[in-house]
């Protein structure tokens, strides 16, 4: 877990999984699996036959210019957005449909909620609930949801508020927090239901420059841990560090895909070399 | 010819039975029906909210009667329009061993005015729903909750933020709201005064005495509305929110109505 240089406050160097209660075990079987997935907000077509496969603790990092659909492809695989053609599996579960003669309806909420334990989320506005605590934030559904005591759940949080550099602001409600620590308990938060999968929708766009460090260095421990991660965001460092396969994207379609080595220093599309021109 | 004062401090403060009784009266009715309203105003607004629309078209229809028709034309048609209309008097004057104070005239317009609280209410608490930034429903979402939990555990406790002053607003005017009561024969504040001064002839001392009693109690409230508001913004940094000498002195606080009988 060396070779890296570390944000100013954070002191990790621990399991961050081993805080929520294990890390997912090791193996190459498909967590992700997007098959052809077609979206339309009316009658923009955002995301067109996107196809996508995660395995087990791998890292995917999706990057492309802002409009070109992957927010809303990684909304769709915790169904926060419906799809209107494809399937997506999640640990071989269809998300939020059912599968009838080939048709999909939309699954029940109860369903869908049970399938969403499964996946932890980070947004890029927190979302941090801002009537409860830190530690609150981050019990509220193991114990919700779960059914964990609260405990137990107390003790989980607190280890996990330790593990991501926060363990003395447990008591701080969201609003005095700065943005890095925010995202940090949101991502806490996620950790303690114990995901198979983390989606992280662009977690340090919102951030001051300052603070994107100390969230990074917490989701770079959490990927060498083996946490299966897709990552949205325009952080190239992350990406070509941490990635095990970069994911470009452009007007609702995957592009290009490949290791970070292939991406930044040989990419084929020119779309791609377009945009990392832009951005590098 | 003037004013009397000693008739005044006599009705005013002279503690005795019939006093005492139609004080409690005006508060029991205003807290009883304020409750209702609450109640019946959540489910409305959640109804309002649902993908049924059988229960969606039924909020509305409520809504739209009991904001759309006069307050005491609905005590008056509870009264007396729902006996002719059941066949039997589901309002008699008292009930079995219950205190008379609470008998059918009392129970009707407290039903009549917790039900078009309700309306009311429910155009608040939706609003105060719809105030809460739409990631916190999506946080709650992606961690497995489900919408009853989402709604009461993440949702509803931050719409109060936005519920509470209107509520405020709405249960001051309920406490004075309960004099309607007075022409279905509920002996509530007003009515106490109107059976003094049908007696004495002397109108003018009893009504400012019940004057004094309304402003005593929408004043405690104004209090107890001021540190209910305080409480519910921990943890969200807001020091602007209004003292009590403020809030007593500034009229209407972004109600969607303000003022007396509707």
Redesign the interface.
């Given at each position: 877990m060396t070779g890296h240089q570390h944000a100013t406050d954070v002191a990790i160097g621990h399991d961050l999984l081993d805080a929520a209660g294990g890390a997912p075990t090791g193996s190459s079987e498909v967590v992700v699996d997007a098959q052809h997935v077609d979206k339309w907000f009316g009658k923009l077509h955002v995301l067109q036959d996107v196809s996508l496969q995660v395995k087990r603790q791998e890292v995917v990092v999706v990057l492309g210019p802002s409009g070109s659909g992957k927010t809303t492809f990684i909304r769709c695989v915790?169904h926060?957005e419906k799809i209107q053609g494809g399937r997506i599996f999640v640990n071989g579960h269809l998300i939020g449909y059912r599968d009838v003669a080939g048709k999909l309806i939309e699954d029940k909420?109860?369903n869908i909620?049970?399938?969403?334990?499964?996946?932890?989320?980070v947004?890029q506005?927190f979302?941090?609930?801002?009537?409860?605590?830190a530690l609150e934030n981050i019990i509220?559904?193991p114990t919700?949801?779960r059914g964990m005591s609260k405990d137990e759940a107390l003790e989980v949080g607190n280890a996990l508020l330790q593990r991501v550099g926060l363990a003395a602001k447990a008591d701080s409600?969201?609003?005095?927090l700065s943005g890095g620590q925010q995202q940090r308990v949101?991502i806490a938060?996620?950790l303690a239901?114990k995901p198979a999968l983390m989606l992280f929708d662009e977690p340090t766009s919102a951030l001051d420059p300052e603070m994107i460090g100390e969230v990074l260095e917490v989701m770079k421990e959490l990927a060498r841990e083996g946490m299966t991660m897709i990552v949205v965001t325009h952080e190239m460092g992350f990406a070509r560090e941490v990635a095990d396969r970069v994911v470009m994207m452009d007007e609702g379609r995957v592009i290009e895909e490949g290791t970070p080595e292939h991406f930044f220093n040989n990419p084929t599309e020119e779309r791609t070399k377009t945009f990392l021109a832009k951005i590098l | 010819m003037g004013f009397q004062m000693k008739e005044f401090l006599d009705f005013t403060f002279t503690w005795r039975e019939v006093l005492i009784a139609a004080l409690t009266t005006t508060i029991l009715m205003a807290v009883l029906a304020q409750l209702l309203g609450v109640v019946l105003g959540l489910l409305a607004a959640l109804g309002g909210r649902s993908r049924n629309m059988v229960i969606k078209g039924v909020s509305g229809l409520y809504v739209w009667f009991f904001r759309g028709t006069p307050v005491l034309v609905q005590i008056v048609l509870l009264y007396y329009g729902l006996p002719s209309l059941l066949g039997f008097d589901p309002f008699p004057k008292q009930y079995g061993n219950l205190p008379e104070l609470i008998g059918g005239a009392f129970l009707a317009a407290t039903l009549a005015l917790g039900i078009n609280e309700g309306a009311y209410m429910s155009e608040i608490i939706r609003a105060g729903i719809l105030s809460v930034?739409s990631?916190?429903a999506?946080?709650?979402?992606?961690?497995?909750?489900?919408?009853g939990?989402t709604m009461s555990?993440?949702i509803l406790?931050?719409a109060l933020r936005v519920i509470v002053p209107p509520l405020g607003n709405e249960f001051n005017n309920m406490l004075k709201t309960t004099s309607l009561a007075s022409v279905v024969g509920v002996t509530e504040l007003l009515l106490l005064a109107e059976n003094r001064f049908g007696g004495t002839f002397r109108p003018f001392e009893p009504l400012i005495g019940i004057c004094v009693y309304y402003l005593l109690l929408t004043t405690l409230w104004g209090l107890v509305q001021g540190r209910l508001e305080k409480k519910l913004g921990?943890?969200?940094?807001r020091n602007e929110e209004a003292g009590f000498w403020a809030r007593l002195l500034t009229t209407s606080r972004g109600a969607p109505h303000s003022g007396g009988v509707r």
């Open positions: 915790n926060l909420e109860a909620a049970k399938q969403r334990q499964e996946i932890g989320m947004f506005r979302n941090l609930f801002p009537h409860k605590t509220e559904a919700q949801v409600y969201p609003a005095q949101a938060r996620a239901m | 930034d990631g916190q999506e946080a709650a979402k992606s961690l497995g909750m489900t919408p939990k555990r993440i406790p931050q921990a943890g969200l940094n």
